[in-house]
């Protein structure tokens, strides 16, 4: 297997947990694999274990404070530097004052200027582990793409037992070797998705939406960011939270349309679907809208209202019915895209989704094939705005079942439709 790790500029930062004594061994294993190594450490960790070890197995300084390099700038210059950070132990402390874009250390200042892939190790006792404001920070970070290597159940430090001892040295560097074989799975690639609620209006100020949290779709986004691919966003309404993330800062691998309603979300598919290889449909679009939109707003003078509902326009049904098979047929005229695009658009892979409260795994494959889809994930509707639950990824022949955070569960979409492409090219010869 490729040594993913070789070459690889890690920056590793420690902070003042027991698991501290671990660490010289994991230095020790990431150089084995070839990876290059700046530690920096908070003041605190070295009450723990002594800065002389790990410089002893690290063959060079370690950094802690930012004001040594009376010339420099070792924040920024350590940022810049590395392709990716890994934080272990990473204490409470480490993870909350990250969360609140605190700044009072060389570590944590790297933190704000750092953009690439972070991975935090936390290592606690248990009740600090499970206490409310740790596991909300924790909740943040991985919203902002953070990558949790979670800690295990155990014997801690302290002598109690529970959950909280830091992953061991091994299995974290094995996770990392997992995530970097992902990484470029998507290289070359574009990745069309649709992501939150749609608005309908019924006059200026008033609208019909759903429940949509929009977790699920910016799970994708970050998850296809992360293994390489460029993403064309079209984004309805998302919680607030759902707007911030590590990689949404002027990164060009990632474009933005904001939209409201579903003409408005169709418009833009329409638009970019083209330069699309995948494409994900993980938006919530309101199934009708109000036949005509009053221009005033409506006035309350009767106890009842009758709107008239029309439906809305089926934007996974004619990426998938009129896009992907109109353009492959050869009895169909060619006018969406050119004669040049044709092999190109039968590569166009398409997933969606499919929320339902009964039968679920017959009605989400009837929609598969009906549809004309690649791969369709059943859900139930306790799915909505929940962090984590149970999915069915469905294709023509199999079902698998898979439960987990929505993070998770993106990057196993993702690797899987990425697989059938690989296949595809393949029995192309
Ligand atoms: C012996 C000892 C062990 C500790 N172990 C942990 C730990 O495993 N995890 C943690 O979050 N805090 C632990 N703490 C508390 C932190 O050291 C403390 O919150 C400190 O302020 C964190 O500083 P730092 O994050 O800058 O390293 C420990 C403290 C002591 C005295």
Known sequence: MKNFLKNKKVLLGISSSIAVVKIPKLIEILSKKGAEIEVVATKNALKLIDVKEIEKVLNKKVWIDMFDDKKGYPHIDLA????????????ANLIGKICSGLADDLLTTIMLVFQGNV????????????????QENLNKLIETQFKILEPQEGKLACGEEGMGRMMEVADIV???????????????????????ATREYLDPVRFISNGSSGKMGMALVKAAVSMGGKVILIRGQC??????????????????????????????????????????????????????????????KNEILNIKFQKTVD???????????????????NDLFGQKDLFWREKLKIIGFALESENLIENARKKLLFKNLDMIIANQPE???????????????????????????????????????????????
Do not use: H
């Open 239 to 300: 919680l607030r939270e759902m707007y911030s993330g590590a990689f949404v800062r002027g990164d060009d691998q990632l474009k933005i349309f904001n939209v409201e309603s579903g003409e408005e979300m169709f418009e833009a598919v329409k638009a970019n679907i083209d330069q699309a290889d995948i494409f994900i449909s993980a938006a919530a679009i309101c199934d009708f809208k109000p036949e005509k939109i009053s221009k005033q707003k409506i006035k309350k």
């Open 119 to 134: 991975f935090v190790a936390p290592a606690m006792n248990f009740r600090m582990w499970n206490n409310f404001f740790v």
């Open 383 to 429: 799915n909505i705005g929940a962090q984590e639950g149970e999915f069915w990824f469905i294709d023509k022949t199999t079902e698998i079942f898979k439960k987990g955070r929505k993070e998770d569960i993106a990057i196993e979409i993702l690797k899987k439709i990425s697989q059938q492409s690989i296949d595809f090219l393949e029995n192309k010869g």
């Open 80 to 91: 810049k530097w590395a392709d990716l950070i890994l934080l272990a132990p990473a204490t």
């Open 315 to 333: 934007i996974l049904e004619w990426v998938g019915r009129k896009c992907k098979i109109k353009n492959t047929s050869p009895t169909c005229p």
């Open 174 to 196: 094995f996770n990392i070797e997992k995530f970097l074989t992902n990484k470029n799975l998507l290289v070359g690639k574009t990745i069309l998705i649709t992501v939150g």
